[in-house]
């Protein structure tokens, strides 16, 4: 017998690792996670790893990018409202110029997961409605914290601190199971397409919901949980989430 736990009021995937994403009404979730999620990467030439939170000021840059897939494969919108496609002979060259140095569009390294095997990451509303709370801004918005599913709970307060260890049946077919809370790092605090650099936006998570992520890690701040798919399905909007 399962327990629902509260509704997906929201989905996104993540075509380019490090990228704005792009808002679903549905989505085939797959054994990798959401089809198409982090399908490809900014790739350093030198190195051959993709752009990571380390490299802040490029990060920036980054983030004001938006892709999206559609059927030319995957369509970034960048900072000045143009758009390079992942098909272009010339989408290295333009990216490079946003980006400031040279970068290469390739598939994301295997494993893309995001923390270590478990592709999901989801967040509640309560969880953001306490982060809100929280902040100055009186906002706590979802893209900062990069989910693929937002799972409207009711209530206030980290709520899926509790899912970890659980299994979660996700409308009629796919099933995830929570293995890990989300560590933050500083991705949420900077801009966002048209969203403001927040600092608060890390703090917050610190002063009030820092714990290990996973028995015997060091505490971290954390917003949200990481799930690995026991079975494959579509989900969308309005879906049940029961535990």
């Known amino acids: 017998m399962y327990t629902q736990l509260g509704t997906v009021t929201a989905l996104w995937r993540y075509p380019v690792k490090a990228m704005l994403g792009q808002r679903l009404r549905a989505a085939d979730l797959t054994a990798h996670g959401m089809a198409g999620d982090r399908r490809l990467a900014l790739l350093d030439p030198a190195s051959g790893r993709p752009v990571t ?13 938006a892709a999206a897939m559609d059927e030319r494969g995957v ?6 409202g143009t758009t390079v496609h992942s098909t272009d002979t010339d989408a290295d060259t333009a990216l490079s110029a946003c980006v400031g ?4 569009l390739a598939p994301a390294p295997v494993p893309a997961s995001v923390f270590e095997g478990a592709p999901v990451h989801l967040i509640s509303t309560a969880t953001l409605k306490r982060l809100a709370a929280e902040n100055p801004r009186g906002l706590a918005e979802p893209e900062r914290y990069r989910p693929n599913l937002l799972v409207d ?7 899926e601190n509790d899912w970890i260890g659980r299994e979660l049946r996700v409308g009629d077919e796919a099933v995830l199971r929570v293995v890990a809370g989300a560590p933050r790092c500083a991705i949420p605090t900077m801009v966002h397409g048209n969203l403001p650099r927040d600092p608060e936006a890390l703090r917050v998570v610190r002063r009030t919901n820092s714990m290990p992520a996973q028995p015997g890690r060091e505490p971290e701040p954390i917003a949200g949980v990481y799930a690995e798919v026991v079975r494959v399905g579509r989900i969308a909007e309005g879906d049940a989430v029961r535990a």
Do not use: E, S
């Open 53 to 65: 939170a380390v490299q802040p000021r490029l990060y920036q840059t980054v983030l004001r990018c």
């Open 101 to 104: 140095r040279p970068v290469t």
């Open 75 to 80: 369509g970034v919108r960048l900072p000045d």
């Open 153 to 159: 709970t009711g209530g206030d307060g980290f709520v």
